[in-house]
Structure formats: structure tokens, C-alpha cells
């Protein structure tokens, strides 16, 4: 196997894994500090990417469409807990699943009413859909580089919000124990409504730049919403730091997975043999990895709840 | 009761003359409305509309009623759409039907309820060997065909080797089968990935660090678009040549990836200049009512009303004569791409053309017709079907 | 109760007759599918609402019964009756499996570890080219031997699994097993303190849900003549939970009423729009936030 392919898969693992880290910050916050299952994440993931084909069409220029894409589904997200998610923080898991899943639906329908079912055409800024050398005979999409860049910018910043502001403090604090964090004066209301804000915010950077490698489209936010899961199962609930760790394995696994299984069952099978067992085997390993750690370890890798 | 009677005898009227109206036709159009492949479905079915609508809404003299159905690509909800408009509507044809997959999940259950099914697009292997239905007709092609003919002018340029890439469900085994039988270079790699897949950066790389001669890839739909971006965005377009059947390199996919688009090669049995009065009307009323250049889908949405007009004509309306209308729709019909046959099996007996996409000089970008790759071709598979 | 009942009873015993008479057909389907969901979300109700188990992976043992039919039929095995017992067998397998591990855990890491294990079983049963894979696969009816399984036969068949089924459950929740399964929903430090085996009980509910679905699965493979992969798919787990809430968890007719009004509102909203499903949605949601109870629990609270 030449290095080149190894390292180019190892970017492109990389790469999903840092965009779906974006989407799992929000939803382990959120369900570390409020205890609530929230499976309309994937659709702010959704409506982010819809504001930004929107707003690159209407402005034709890419970075202050993301820009107000972001703070549009800050928005969404915020007028969304203060309607209906604030109500179901004193219910049950069951309810709070279903109350989300009939927002999918919703969220969906109204998505269709406004934009049409035909999927919406958003493509990667003129300067960046070419190739860039890396190494002499190693050429990469100058695209798929930028995304690595703004993840890696979004997850610093993300980082020192949490560990180093005031804002960060309470969260942490929420996080490892609510009750505890309230009686000391922490502004628990305001404080998720932002954090819903926040949530979505990073959920529309994560649509806003796989808009233009995937599809801006109905019902794309379903598929990544489990993965998005799995990631903080397997990083603990609640920790940015276990979100990360799990979203970058999680990412290089499913890569990895579907580059190279294929080619090391075809050493051993027919093509189409390998083409079947290939894809299944990669997309199984996801799980077997979230059974595996939730066996040994049940509260995730990096729990922080104590 | 004066007032009373006159009203019965009024009502009395109005219901007979609602008996005396010529029966109407029910077709069951289901296709792919949303989604991913949505761009297919429309097309067929903004030109079967037209079709009708030029027709005067009607189809061999009866008047015509549409019924329409978005299968979201899934077999699951084609069964439950077809499954209303077998029992329920009692639909006499059924048509519409993009993917292959979906057209194998439901083509049973409407061939057991003998009602006819033209298909404008799906032309999955199955139906045109040991399981061929004489309630089967497709005006299309058989799925493998387009993918033939690429192969034969992959062949003619001689490349020593070829990557050949194409989603996993029948139509994509189909369209690598169909390529292979007529290239006769090394195969370096057959990579099938899942259906619906739009990240193909893992393939992208191991394109790159195969190093083929020439790539050919079977991507419908926004799975197309996706692939040849990206392939571009790689920076491999440049490098190796990529080869596409016309359904990844028609007007939608051209639309969609604009410029990296010019000087790719494609094949198609149908295209825009085809010099036939039929395709010159359809072309020039398409772009009338739409607003947009059609694709080969409109065509096939198109040449599908067409082909039940011409067959409901022959048997005078009569559409209980299931046998004649069988036979007229067999010998043929005036389609956008001439004079057509069928063979058996239901499949068309057809040319096959070279397209190449360029730029025109006011800068729309379009595909020309630059040359003929089969001529009255047939499918591989009716020798194994039985019927005659 | 008792009044209401027979009604139902008679009206479903009477209506394909009718049916067939008026050329409803179309409805006779429609109440074959509502009675076979019906008894796939009864037995998710078992371990949601009785055993407070929320298991966000019931499609996989409802999925598997489908495919069994289909890949026994394939095989040439044609007896309805060992296809049943191989669906029925296989889902109670793969529940103690599934099971043994998962109830391991706790509260939202059990939710997602079901949700794990169903994706597998999705993933791996897809991977299977000929058995159709992501395309589905043709499941012909099977033979009984007594009777020919024709659409009404179907009818009738569902009818009488699903009163058989039901009345199973109605012994079963009101056994001194069923109360001690709510006993432990209630309080399971209790129940251990009390020295009931919890871990057993919450087995053997799982492993008889399981089962149930997988019933299920098979009877909704000869309604369709075909397993699809969406049987298997998370959505399929999601529609079966909505079904239970919608109805009323932990309410014995929850699982029933769920399913049928869910089926009902679909086909309506369905005729009226192509946007039923923000229908569907907003009816749901005003359910979660105004009757937590589900429409059992809204029936009920009338004198």
C-alpha cells in the first residue's frame, strides 16, 4: 500500500471526524447538562445547511453565507428551546424521544414546504474547488483542507469557551452536577438557552461545509444524528474532550473501514464479495466499538459526570 | 314536488350522461419526486406530462387521468404507492419508476394484477431474462445498454486498463456487467459502494493510488454530480480520462457541476439534435414550458405517452384486449428517437450514440452528438426469456 | 369494557365479507397491517411500558421475523409453520443475546446500546447480497396446510395471533411475574432489596418481547410478500415507540390504539397532503406535551 493512500485516507478520516466532533459538542452539552435526549439536532445540522445554500445564492459569497447561516440557526435553535424543548426537561427519556422525533417530522415538512424535496445545489468556493500538492505526487482537495482548518479552529475556540470563560465554568459545573450547580447561583435558564444557541450554531458550521461534499437535502441530518451519538457514547456524556476523541475515531474507523476493508477482503475474495462484506463490516465496526467501550467502560471513555 | 321532481329527473340526467361518458385511462405514475434522485423523476415526468398535454389530455382517443406518487427512492414506499393504485384506484397502467431496485421490490404485485407496466427508465436485467413479463414493456433501454456501448468506445481507443466504479444494487452490477462485456482490457479494479453514497473521497483515493488508464463510473443522480466534483476538486480529471454513460453526463448532472464538465465523453440513445420531427417538436416544447434543456429522462418520460397513445389507438379504446394491446406496443412506435421495435421481452431494439459535452460559443454548455456506437442494438438477455 | 369489545370483535370478524361485497378490499389490507402492527408495539409495550426498558432497538427482532420468511421461502422451505417457528425462535435468540448484554446497563447508555446492536443486525443482514440487500427481498406466502394464505386468510390469521397475543399479555401483566416486573419499573433497588432475581425477570420480558416482535415480522412479511430492509432500519424502532406513546405506555391497549390511530391518521393525512408528515408531527407533539399518558390514559380519565 503506497504511504500517499494512507495519509490522504487518514485526512479524509480526519476531516468527518472533526465536522462530526461540531455536531457532537452541541448534543453532549446538552444532554450532559440537562439530561435530555435531543434528536432534532441533525435537523439545525440541516436547516444550517439550507440558510447557507439560501445565503450563497442570494449574496454569492460563501463566508458571509456561513457567517449568517450560523447565527440564523443560533437563532433557530434558541427560539426552539424557549417553545418546546424547555418543557421536557423535567420528563422522562421516552417522552423527550418522541417529543424530538415529532420535530424531525415537523422541522422536515416545513423544510420541504419552504425549499422544494429536489435537493439544493451548494458548491465549494470558486479559490478552493481545485487540488492542492502536499507532498510531490500527493495532491488534495484545497476544500477538504479548509474544512480540517475551520474544525480545527472551531474546536480551540470551543475549548477555551469551556475551560478558560466563566461561561465555560458553568457549564462544566452543569455538567458534572446539576442540582449542585444551580444552588450555587449558577443562571440555569438563560444558560441553557444559550448553550442551545451555541449547540446550533455548530451544528450549522458542520451543515454549511459538508453542504458542498454531500447533499443539502431532506432528512440529511438523520443518518449523521446517530453517528453523532455513537460519538458521545463512546467519548462520555457531557465532556468536549471525550466528544473529540470519540468524533476523531469514530471519523477514522468509518473511514478507514471503508477504504481498506474492501481491499484486504479482495485479497481474499471476489470483488463483488469484498464490495458487499466491505461497506457492512466498516459501517458494523462503529458499533462493535461503542458495545466494546460502553462493556468495559459504561460511562464512556472520558465520563463527566461524577 | 313540482321543484322535487324536476330535480330527481335532473339527477336522473346527469347520472346517465355520466354512464354515457367514454370510459378514461388511469395511469399510476410512481417515481422518485425527492431526495437525491429526484432530478431523474421529475424529468420523466414533466415530459410524460407534456406528452399528455400535447395529446390533448388524452391517450389514444380516451381521456386521461394521471395519478401521481413519490416513491422517496424506497422500495418500501413504491410497495404501499402501487399498492393503492392496483386496489384501490384500480389504475389500468402503471408507469414511472426511476430505480431498479424499486421496480424489482414492486414489478410482481402489477404484473399478477395483469396490468401493463412501461417503464421510462428502470431496465433491470431480471425482467429482460428468465423473469420477463409479457405485462413489461420499457421504452428506455435494458439497464446494461448505455454501459455497452461505453465500453466499445473505451475499447476503440484502446486503453490497456480501466477503474470502473458504480453504487451496489442491480442496476449498478448491471451497468459494470453491460461495460465489461464489450471492453476487453485488464479490469484494474470494480469498486461497488453503497447506494445514495455522496462523500466518495475513499474511492477518490484509491483511484489515485491504482493509477488506471481510463475511470469509468455509473452515478445517477446527485451520487453523479457528487462524484465528478469531487473528482475534479482531486484534481483528477486532468489526469485520468473519465468515461460516463449519458445519465451522468446529461443536462442535470451538467447544470449541477458546470465547466468541469466540458470534453467528457458519454453515451446515450438518445440526444438533443436527433433529426426526427418527434424529437424536434419535443425538444423545442419542452424548453417552451420548462424552461430548460431536456434530458434523456424527459425524453423517456416522453416517448413513454407516446408509446401508450400509439398502442390504446390500435385497439380502438378497447383496453380489455390485453394480448392486442401487447402486440401493438411490441411492433413499435414513433418515439424522439424514430421509428422503435421491441424485442419479446419487451425491451427496445435500438441505435446507441457518442456524445461529447462542450461549451458553446454563447456559453451555454451542452452535449453534441458526435457518432454512432451500435446500431439496432439489442439486450444480452432475450435469448432467456420465453416468451415470443 | 366488555361491551366494546365484543363490538370491535364482531365488526373485525364481519368485515371482509363486507368488503369484498363493496370493493374495499383496499381496507381490508389496511386493517391486516394496522392488527399486525398492533401486536409488534403490544410487545414493545411489555418491556417500555411494564418493564421500563426503553429499547430503541425493537426493529431488529421485528426485521429479523420478516427476513426469515423471506430467506426460508428462498431456500425452498415452505411450511408456514416451521417459518414461524424459526422467525419466532431466531427473534427470541437474538433478544437473549441482545438482552444478556444490554441490560447491563442503565438509562440513556441502555436507549443507545439497543439502538446499537439493532444497527448491526441492520448493517450486517444488508451485506447480504443474495438474500437482496439494501433492495429487500421477495418473501412469498408460505403454505399451512389447512388453509390457503390468501389476502382474507391473512386477515383472519392476524386477527386471531393478535387476540391470542393480547390475551397472553392480559395474563401475563396481571401475574405475579407482571407485577413484579413493575415493581422493579417502579423501584428496582426495591425490588432487589426484596430478593427478586431483577436481572431475570427484565430477561425474560425482553426475551418474550422479542419474540412477540418477531412474530410480528414474519405476519407483516406475508402481508407485503416482502422483507424489506427498512423492517431492520432505526426509523422502524422510532415508528413502534411512537406507536406505544402515542397509545399509552405501561397502558395494556396502548400498544393497540397506538398503531391503529397512527396507521389511520397517516392514510388520512396522506389522501389530504403531501406534507402529512408535519401532520403526524404536530399531533405527536401535542400528545408529549398535553397527554403524557398517551390516548389510553386520555380515554381513561373520563368517568
Redesign the interface.
Known amino acids: 500500500m503506497p504511504p500517499s493512500l494512507l495519509i490522504e485516507q487518514l485526512l479524509n478520516g480526519l476531516q468527518f471526524g472533526l465536522m462530526l466532533f461540531l455536531l457532537a459538542a452541541g448534543l453532549t452539552l446538552v444532554f450532559g447538562i440537562m439530561d435530555m435526549i435531543n434528536l432534532a439536532h441533525g435537523s439545525l445540522y440541516m436547516i444550517g445547511a439550507y440558510l447557507t445554500a439560501t445565503f450563497v445564492g442570494l449574496l454569492g459569497n460563501f463566508w458571509l453565507a456561513v457567517l449568517l447561516a450560523v447565527l440564523g440557526t443560533a437563532l433557530v435553535g434558541m427560539l426552539l428551546e424557549l417553545s418546546v424543548l424547555r418543557q421536557l426537561y423535567r420528563r422522562d427519556h421516552l417522552s423527550q424521544v418522541l417529543a424530538t422525533f415529532a420535530l424531525i417530522l415537523i422541522i422536515n415538512e416545513v423544510v420541504r414546504i419552504i425549499w422544494g424535496s429536489q435537493p439544493l445545489l451548494l458548491s465549494a468556493p470558486e479559490g478552493l474547488s481545485g487540488p492542492v500538492e502536499l507532498l510531490p505526487g500527493l495532491s488534495y482537495s484545497a476544500y477538504r483542507l479548509t474544512i480540517i482548518g475551520v474544525g480545527l479552529l472551531v474546536a480551540a475556540l470551543l475549548f477555551w469557551l469551556v475551560n478558560r470563560t466563566r461561561v465555560g465554568m458553568w457549564l462544566r459545573a452543569g455538567a458534572s452536577n446539576r442540582e449542585m450547580a444551580q444552588a450555587m447561583g449558577v443562571p440555569i435558564r438563560p444558560l441553557f438557552t444559550l448553550l442551545f444557541g451555541v449547540g446550533a450554531g455548530l451544528c450549522a458550521v458542520a451543515g454549511a461545509f459538508l453542504g458542498p461534499i454531500l447533499a443539502v437535502q431532506i432528512g440529511m441530518g438523520e443518518g449523521i444524528l446517530i453517528l453523532a451519538f455513537v460519538v458521545i457514547v463512546i467519548g462520555g456524556i457531557g465532556s468536549i474532550k471525550g466528544a473529540l476523541v470519540g468524533a476523531l475515531l469514530v471519523g477514522t474507523v468509518d473511514t478507514a473501514g471503508r477504504a481498506f476493508l474492501p481491499l484486504l477482503l479482495s485479497q481474499v475474495a471476489s470483488p463483488e464479495v469484498a464490495a458487499n462484506l466491505g461497506p457492512a463490516l466498516a459501517s458494523i465496526l462503529i458499533y462493535l466499538l461503542m458495545a466494546a467501550v460502553l462493556f468495559f467502560r459504561p460511562q464512556g471513555l472520558f465520563p463527566a459526570r461524577t | 314536488m313540482k321543484k322535487a321532481i324536476w330535480l330527481l329527473v335532473l339527477l336522473a340526467l346527469g347520472f346517465s350522461a355520466s354512464l354515457a361518458q367514454t370510459r378514461t385511462v388511469k395511469v399510476g405514475f410512481v417515481s422518485t419526486l425527492s431526495g437525491g434522485g429526484a432530478a431523474l423523476g421529475i424529468d420523466v415526468r414533466d415530459g410524460f406530462n407534456l406528452a399528455i398535454r400535447l395529446l390533448g389530455n388524452q391517450l389514444g382517443g380516451l381521456p386521461v387521468e394521471v395519478l401521481v406518487a413519490d416513491d422517496q427512492q424506497n422500495p418500501d414506499v413504491a410497495r404501499q404507492a402501487v399498492d393503492r393504485m392496483l386496489k384501490r384506484d384500480r389504475v389500468d397502467f402503471m408507469t414511472g419508476i426511476i430505480f431498479s431496485n424499486v421496480l424489482l421490490a414492486v414489478g410482481e404485485a402489477i404484473f399478477e394484477e395483469k396490468v401493463f407496466y412501461i417503464s421510462p427508465n428502470a431496465g433491470p436485467s431480471e425482467y429482460a431474462g428468465e423473469q420477463c413479463s409479457p405485462y413489461f414493456i420499457n421504452v428506455a433501454w435494458q439497464n446494461d445498454n448505455l454501459h455497452e456501448a461505453m465500453g466499445q468506445y473505451v475499447q476503440t481507443r484502446r486503453f490497456e486498463n480501466a477503474f470502473l466504479l458504480a453504487p451496489n444494487y442491480p442496476a449498478g452490477r448491471d451497468a459494470l456487467t453491460g461495460f465489461k462485456r464489450f471492453f476487453k482490457g485488464k479490469v484494474v479494479a470494480e469498486v461497488y459502494h453503497r447506494l445514495g453514497q455522496l462523500d466518495f473521497s475513499a474511492e477518490i483515493a484509491q483511484i489515485r493510488a491504482v493509477r488506471p488508464k481510463a475511470v469509468y463510473a455509473f452515478e445517477p443522480g446527485a451520487m453523479g454530480v457528487n462524484f465528478i466534483k469531487q473528482y475534479a476538486e482531486a484534481g483528477l480529471l486532468r489526469e485520468i480520462p473519465l468515461f460516463l454513460p449519458g445519465f451522468s453526463a446529461d443536462a442535470d448532472v451538467i447544470r449541477a457541476v458546470g465547466r468541469a464538465m466540458v470534453g467528457i465523453y458519454n453515451s446515450s440513445q438518445w440526444a438533443l439534435e436527433l433529426n426526427n420531427p418527434v424529437n424536434q417538436r419535443f425538444v423545442e416544447e419542452f424548453r417552451k414550458a420548462y424552461g430548460r434543456i431536456p434530458t434523456l429522462y424527459a425524453s423517456q418520460g416522453y416517448d413513454a405517452a407516446l408509446l401508450l397513445d400509439t398502442a390504446i389507438k390500435a385497439v380502438g379504446g378497447d383496453l380489455s384486449k390485453k394480448d392486442e394491446l401487447r402486440k401493438a406496443m411490441l411492433a413499435g412506435f414513433n418515439s424522439t428517437r424514430g421509428f422503435i421495435r421491441f424485442s419479446p421481452n419487451g425491451y427496445p431494439i435500438q441505435n446507441y450514440y457518442l456524445r461529447q459535452v462542450i461549451q458553446q460559443p454563447g456559453g451555454e454548455i451542452v452535449n453534441r452528438l458526435v457518432g454512432t456506437i451500435f446500431t439496432n442494438h439489442r439486450d444480452a438477455y432475450v435469448d432467456r426469456c420465453k416468451l415470443r | 369494557m366488555r361491551w366494546p369489545l365484543l363490538l370491535l370483535v364482531l365488526f373485525l370478524l364481519a368485515f371482509p365479507p363486507i368488503a369484498s361485497a363493496t370493493g374495499l378490499?383496499?381496507y381490508q389490507?389496511l386493517l391486516t397491517k394496522i392488527m399486525i402492527l398492533a401486536l409488534a408495539a403490544s410487545s414493545l409495550n411489555l418491556i417500555?411500558g411494564y418493564g421500563g426498558m426503553?429499547s430503541?432497538g425493537h426493529a431488529a427482532y421485528f426485521g429479523l421475523g420478516a427476513y426469515a420468511v423471506a430467506i426460508l421461502m428462498r431456500e425452498g422451505i415452505s411450511s408456514g409453520w416451521v417459518i414461524w417457528g424459526v422467525a419466532v425462535g431466531l427473534s427470541a435468540l437474538l433478544a437473549l443475546l441482545i438482552g444478556a448484554?444490554c441490560l447491563?446497563?442503565r438509562?440513556?447508555?441502555f436507549?443507545?446500546?439497543t439502538?446499537?446492536?439493532a444497527?448491526?443486525i441492520y448493517?450486517?443482514v444488508?451485506?447480504?447480497?443474495q438474500y437482496g440487500?439494501?433492495?429487500?427481498l421477495?418473501a412469498r406466502r408460505p403454505e399451512f396446510g389447512l388453509f390457503e394464505l390468501t389476502d382474507t386468510a391473512l386477515y383472519y390469521l392476524s386477527l386471531a395471533v393478535l387476540a391470542g397475543a393480547l390475551y397472553l399479555l392480559h395474563r401475563l401483566v396481571h401475574s405475579r411475574f407482571g407485577r413484579v416486573l413493575q415493581a422493579i419499573r417502579e423501584n428496582e433497588s426495591r425490588a432487589l432489596a426484596l430478593g427478586y432475581p431483577v436481572f431475570h425477570f427484565q430477561l425474560v420480558a425482553f426475551v418474550l418481547s422479542g419474540a412477540l416482535a418477531g412474530l410480528a415480522g414474519a405476519l407483516m412479511a406475508h402481508y407485503?410478500?416482502?422483507a424489506?430492509p427498512?423492517l431492520l432500519a432505526?426509523?422502524q424502532s422510532?415508528h413502534l415507540?411512537?406507536m406505544v406513546?402515542l397509545g399509552g405506555?405501561g397502558q395494556f391497549w396502548g400498544g393497540v390504539l397506538g398503531a391503529a390511530t397512527l396507521s389511520i391518521v397517516e392514510e388520512v393525512l396522506q389522501d389530504l397532503t403531501?406534507?402529512w408528515?408535519?401532520g403526524?408531527?404536530?399531533i405527536?407533539?401535542f400528545?408529549?406535551?398535553f397527554a403524557?399518558k398517551g390516548l389510553a390514559g386520555l380515554l381513561r380519565r373520563r368517568p
Request: net charge neutral.
Open positions: 378490499e383496499f389490507g417500555l426503553v430503541f448484554i447491563r446497563t438509562g440513556v447508555y436507549i443507545m446500546i439502538l446499537a446492536f444497527q448491526m448493517y450486517l444488508v451485506s447480504f447480497k440487500g439494501e433492495d429487500g421477495r407485503t410478500q416482502y424489506s427498512n432505526w426509523q422510532g415507540m411512537m406513546i405506555v403531501i406534507h408528515q408535519l403526524v408531527g404536530l405527536l407533539l400528545i408529549v406535551l403524557p
